[in-house]
């Protein structure tokens, strides 16, 4: 894929209509209120920078998993007055997506004035990527620009069909990610280190394969590592364990052996006879029967930290532990501490691995944090993103 995209900055956006999709998905409680606006406060920069540029700018996003009906619990009305405060202007929500009031409001639109539009999933046509629906929502703009890196690898009509109508450039959180994940993927500083963990290997497999033949180590952590030690005939007792994928890891390993690659697995384990926020931890070098492995132990700390500090590119996918909870959080928190502290490029990907950086406090210290979970996941793997690979070259 080619990450030299047009950006925002390219556009000549002064008193054009600019159809900017963002990702607007934020966590809600029950009464609607936004409980976490981070997704609000990423998407400023790239409509500051249209604002500047006098653009006419009509936003949209999903919200949550409507299926395609029209259902008031999922509308985007609390995001367009978040964002009215934040910007200081008012932002004017549509009370629908490409219909009437949708586009007498986006035609009435000034230099400088914003409007939302309602949830794009409010019609099912988004997610089948329908060529009318994408061609209905170009209609309502001259100029495209994507910024939702988080639904990039999904071949909808907002993030990807739409381009087919429109002149397609990236806002700024799309242009960091394709910068730095694509410049660590092409051309990294090396030592590169691979840092995976998380709950199922099957969901990482594409990402090693793909990273094997490019990176210096693999670090493997959580419970994906115990499928790779009993594939070494190691016991892992009774640790989460998939079996049809030993084989895999088995293979994968030896071809790391015959491309020099190191593949370093956990040699002690924090572990417990349940899974459960009350389960007792214990330290072991050998897995006992009737325990699983919850957390990395001191030694592996050690020995992943010492590989990540002297790295020149890091990337991180997936916790070391049940980073829930405290008793094994350790190695989830101290490699991000390593990660923190390595004077090489460190790039978290999204998901759970982001939200145990910032549960640590880390999230400052780390060079880039993907703001897409499966996205940046499809990117490591190497795979096409649609709503990138939409976009005009430079
Ligand atoms: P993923 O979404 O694949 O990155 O997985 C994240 C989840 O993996 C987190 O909720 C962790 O609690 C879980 N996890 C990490 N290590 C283990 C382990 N040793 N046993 C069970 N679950 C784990």
């Not at 006879?273 to 919850?294: E, F, L, R």
Request: net charge negative.
């Amino acid at each position: 894929m080619n990450y030299n995209k047009m950006t925002v900055e390219d556009l000549a956006a002064k008193g054009k209509r600019v159809l900017v999709r963002c990702d607007f998905n934020v966590p809600q409680d029950e009464n609607g209120n936004i409980t976490d606006e981070k997704r609000i406060i990423e998407s400023l920069p790239t409509i500051k920078s249209l604002l500047n540029q006098g653009a006419r700018i009509i936003l949209c996003s999903h919200l949550g998993r409507p299926k395609g009906e029209f259902k008031p619990k999922y509308t985007l009305k609390p995001v367009a007055d978040r964002l009215s405060e934040l910007l200081g202007l008012n932002v004017v929500m549509c009370s629908d997506v490409i219909g009437d009031d949708a586009k007498a409001k986006t035609a009435a639109l000034q230099d400088g004035e914003i409007c939302l539009l309602e949830n794009v999933r409010f019609h099912a046509e988004e997610e089948k990527n329908d060529a009318d629906f994408a061609k209905s929502l170009a209609l309502l703009a001259e100029l495209y620009v994507n910024d939702a890196f988080g639904t990039s690898h999904r071949a909808h009509a907002s993030t990807a069909g739409v381009a087919n109508y429109l002149p397609a450039v990236c806002g700024y959180l799309i242009k960091k990610e394709i910068t730095v994940m694509g410049k660590a993927l092409e051309n990294p500083r090396h030592p590169f280190v691979a840092v995976l963990g998380g709950a199922k290997v099957s969901d990482k497999i594409a990402v090693i394969e793909h990273l094997v033949d490019k990176v210096d180590t693999v670090l493997i952590g959580g419970a994906m590592a115990y499928t790779f030690k009993k594939a070494c005939g190691r016991p892992i007792g009774i640790s989460r364990c998939e079996e049809d994928k030993l084989e895999i890891a088995k293979n994968l390993l030896l071809r790391a052996v015959g491309l020099g690659v190191n593949i370093l697995l956990p040699s002690d384990h924090i572990v417990s006879d349940h899974y459960g926020p009350d389960a007792k931890a214990h330290y072991t070098k050998h897995i006992p029967d009737d325990m699983m492995g919850m957390d990395i132990g001191h030694n592996t700390i050690e020995r992943f930290s010492r590989v990540i500090l002297r790295a020149g590119t890091i990337v991180w996918n997936g916790p070391m532990g049940v980073f829930e909870f405290p008793d094994f959080s350790e190695g989830t928190k101290t490699i991000a501490r390593a990660m923190a502290k390595s004077v090489g490029t460190s790039i978290v990907g999204g998901g759970d691995s982001a939200a145990a950086v910032e549960k640590f406090g880390y999230a400052g210290w780390m060079d880039h944090i993907s703001t897409g979970g499966g996205a940046s996941l499809e990117f490591m793997e190497g795979l096409e993103l649609p709503g990138i690979a939409c976009l005009n070259d430079k």
